[in-house]
């Protein structure tokens, strides 16, 4: 269920995140759909968030972004709760698939943040994929 995976982000406070680039694919070998990065008042609701509110309110983005509904939320959360934890330190890119009916999605993202590595830039990322 996921793909080059490690514990991925702590809780809000003092790791706090600066920015989050999205990139989503509707069926693993497809292209991305409208790659795009969280604003700031996105980047500032998540920041006040705490354990499984944080990546539920990402998904909760990307799912209106993209037109998905509940279900593409609670896939997500299956699939990111093995690796979204409290404790942990933030890694700078994170990939998992989102299994919705006979759809998977693939998503990828590129998180930029104090306590991560630095990120590939939206452009450069899509280039690996």
Do not use: Q
């Not at 006040?48 to 998904?59: C, I, N, Q, T, Y």
């Not at 759809?103 to 990828?108: A, E, I, R």
């Amino acid at each position: 269920m996921m793909a080059g995976l490690s514990p991925a982000l702590a809780i809000g406070g003092d790791d706090s995140i600066s920015g989050i680039d999205i990139i989503i694919k509707k069926n693993s070998g497809s292209k991305p759909i409208n790659p795009y990065s969280l604003t700031g008042s996105e980047i500032k609701i998540l920041d006040g968030l705490k354990g499984a509110d944080r990546p539920a309110f990402v998904l909760k983005t990307v799912a209106k972004h993209i037109g998905a509904g509940d279900k593409f939320v609670t896939s997500g959360m299956k699939s990111l709760g093995d690796i979204w934890c409290g404790p942990c330190k933030m890694v700078n890119d994170i990939s998992v698939k989102v299994p919705v009916g006979k759809t998977t999605y693939m998503l990828d993202l590129h998180i930029h943040g104090k306590g991560a590595e630095k990120s590939k830039s939206l452009g450069d990322a899509m280039k690996r994929d």
